[in-house]
């Protein structure tokens, strides 16, 4: 299971309160995403970045921020503009080559809002 | 972009039969396929996958069938156990992301294997 990993596990926020979920990779992956998962809902594309420095909104960017200032490290910030923020929230990589597409996945962060 | 319907979202089968999972998808240009099963409590990872010039992919129990015409894939698992009870996830590449490996997914199914 090596490879991505995120922390915290689990994560408690007070309403009005900003965030942070890490999310690092050793893989050497160029590509790196941002899910959040709810129940009966799938997988939703929060963001993504293809390269350090660069990162574009997924289908649900509203309330959340990211960065990428490193290959290894794409951090993100559920802002108090999330209306409902307590969901799943899933990091991915992948290469980024047309050779190989599987996306990689972290262990996940359960995000709660009290 | 791509939109992807997953059925049925719920799926209960006996041990040793055979579990069928279908997705359409809306992007004739989509070209690969991923099946993801997830287990309770843990990420995604995945099963199988095919790639748009290929009809049809086995992995022992688990194959993909691929029917580009009418745009659909679905998952076939065999002689069912039951390990394989966890929720599974069907995947196509959204639309500017084939490069890069981004993927809109199918909203899952909860397949269970009574023993």
């Known amino acids: 299971d090596g490879g991505i990993t995120q922390s915290p596990k689990y994560l408690f926020r007070k309403e009005g309160q900003n965030v942070t979920l890490s999310c690092e990779q050793n893989?050497?992956?160029?590509?790196m995403y941002w899910y959040r998962q709810d129940p009966g809902q799938g997988l939703r594309l929060i963001y993504y970045?293809?390269?350090?420095?660069?990162?574009q909104k997924g289908d649900i960017a509203e309330g959340y921020s990211v960065s990428r200032e490193k290959k290894e490290s794409f951090p993100l910030t559920v802002t108090s503009a999330q209306k409902n923020p307590t969901a799943f929230y899933l990091c991915?990589?992948?290469?980024?080559?047309?050779?190989?597409?599987?996306?990689?996945f972290g262990p996940g962060t359960r995000l709660t809002v009290l | 972009g791509e939109n992807v319907e997953q059925h049925p979202s719920t799926l209960s089968v006996q041990e040793g039969d055979s579990a069928v999972i279908k997705c359409t998808y809306s992007?004739?240009?989509?070209?690969?396929f991923p099946w993801y099963k997830q287990e309770l409590g843990k990420r995604p990872q995945l099963i199988i996958d095919?790639?748009?010039?290929?009809g049809e992919k086995k992995d022992q129990r688990i194959a993909v069938t691929l029917n580009k015409t009418a745009k659909h894939f679905s998952l076939h698992i065999t002689e069912t156990q039951p390990e394989d009870s966890a929720v599974y996830f069907c995947?196509?590449?959204?639309?500017?992301?084939?490069?890069?490996?981004?993927?809109?997914f199918g909203q899952g199914t909860i397949l269970t294997v009574h023993p």
């Open positions: 095919i790639r748009s010039n290929v």
């Open positions: 991915a990589s992948t290469s980024g080559t047309s050779g190989s597409r599987e996306q990689f």
């Open positions: 992007d004739s240009a989509s070209n690969y």
């Open positions: 970045s293809q390269i350090v420095n660069d990162f």
């Open positions: 995947a196509a590449p959204s639309k500017g992301g084939t490069s890069y490996g981004k993927l809109t």
């Open positions: 893989l050497n992956h160029d590509a």
